[in-house]
């Protein structure tokens, strides 16, 4: 793994929509994998602001985002679907038939699970996968414990993670209890990882995670059997 000491969030953001349109424009059709949460927002950003100053374009990319809750529809406006349209896809040259996520209200769900990694392989492999970190270390929704070998597959969310989260909501009550999330083996099967990580509250999971030992109990650790993995971290993360 390779770390990157950036100097405060935006540093880190910067560093980050840097390295995925060096990749881009690179690649001919390439495929990301985009993560939600507080800690990707300064990055998509950054993409937005470069697509409008005409320095990107996304006409040739698809997308798969690692997960979605269950149970919320793709409109719900705490859906994974919503944040990424609010947050990127409404912003930049991205159609409907370009990005994927879970869907969350599928009525089969197993086929649900099985339909996403097919759609992962159709497309060959994931070229650059972005991720965030949770507070107990899981990467998607995989909580300790998950195999790493696990494929796309419904979980039961942590106690910790639904508190962790309940700020996206108007109470804990309203967190779902499940989500449909890419495995561990589905992430590692990605071609390159960059794995974002900022503020003081990550520092004890990114120690863990710069310590090295690698561990079902951490997820996060997975990242350490991938030979392409890149953390961008800034100072309060690292230095708490
Ligand atoms: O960036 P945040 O909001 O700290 O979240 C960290 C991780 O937790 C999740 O939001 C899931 O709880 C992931 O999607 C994310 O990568």
Same mark, same amino acid.
């Given at each position: 793994?390779?770390?990157?000491?950036?100097?405060?969030?935006?540093?880190?953001?910067?560093?980050?929509?840097?390295?995925?349109?060096?990749?881009?424009?690179?690649?001919?059709?390439?495929?990301?994998?985009?993560? *939600?949460?507080?800690?990707?927002?300064?990055?998509?950003?950054? @993409?937005? %602001?470069?697509? +409008? &100053?005409?320095? =990107?374009? !996304?006409?040739?990319?698809?997308?798969?985002?690692?997960?979605?809750?269950?149970?919320?529809?793709?409109?719900?406006?705490?859906?994974?679907?919503?944040?990424?349209?609010?947050?990127?896809?409404?912003?930049?040259?991205?159609?409907?038939?370009?990005?994927?996520?879970?869907?969350?209200?599928?009525?089969?769900?197993?086929?649900?699970?099985?339909?996403?990694?097919?759609?992962?392989?159709?497309?060959?492999?994931?070229?650059?996968?972005?991720?965030?970190?949770?507070?107990?270390?899981?990467?998607?929704?995989?909580?300790?414990? *998950?195999?790493?070998?696990?494929?796309?597959?419904?979980?039961? @969310?942590? %106690?910790?993670? +639904? &508190?962790?989260? =309940?700020? !996206?909501?108007?109470?804990?009550?309203?967190?779902?209890?499940?989500?449909?999330?890419?495995?561990?083996?589905?992430?590692?099967?990605?071609?390159?990882?960059?794995?974002?990580?900022?503020?003081?509250?990550?520092?004890?999971?990114?120690?863990?995670?710069?310590?090295?030992?690698?561990?079902?109990?951490?997820?996060?650790?997975?990242?350490?059997?991938?030979?392409?993995?890149?953390?961008?971290?800034?100072?309060?993360?690292?230095?708490?």
């Amino acid at each position: 793994m390779e770390l990157i000491q950036a100097k405060d969030y935006q540093d880190m953001s910067q560093r980050a929509c840097s390295l995925v349109l060096e990749r881009l424009r690179g690649m001919e059709d390439p495929v990301l994998g985009l993560a *939600t949460g507080s800690t990707p927002e300064g990055m998509y950003n950054c @993409l937005i %602001e470069a697509y +409008r &100053k005409g320095e =990107a374009s !996304f006409n040739n990319l698809t997308t798969f985002n690692l997960d979605e809750y269950v149970g919320l529809k793709k409109e719900h406006p705490k859906s994974y679907h919503s944040y990424m349209k609010e947050k990127l896809f409404k912003h930049i040259n991205i159609g409907e038939d370009q990005i994927h996520l879970p869907n969350g209200t599928a009525v089969d769900l197993d086929s649900e699970c099985l339909e996403y990694e097919k759609l992962i392989k159709n497309a060959g492999k994931i070229d650059l996968q972005i991720l965030g970190i949770g507070l107990n270390g899981h990467i998607g929704f995989n909580e300790p414990g *998950t195999s790493f070998e696990s494929r796309t597959h419904m979980v039961e @969310l942590d %106690e910790s993670t +639904r &508190k962790a989260n =309940a700020r !996206f909501f108007s109470s804990i009550e309203e967190v779902p209890k499940k989500a449909v999330t890419m495995g561990i083996g589905t992430i590692l099967d990605s071609k390159e990882i960059i794995l974002l990580v900022s503020g003081k509250n990550k520092a004890a999971a990114l120690a863990r995670l710069l310590k090295g030992e690698v561990s079902e109990s951490f997820p996060a650790s997975a990242l350490g059997e991938h030979p392409n993995t890149i953390i961008i971290a800034d100072e309060s993360s690292l230095n708490s």
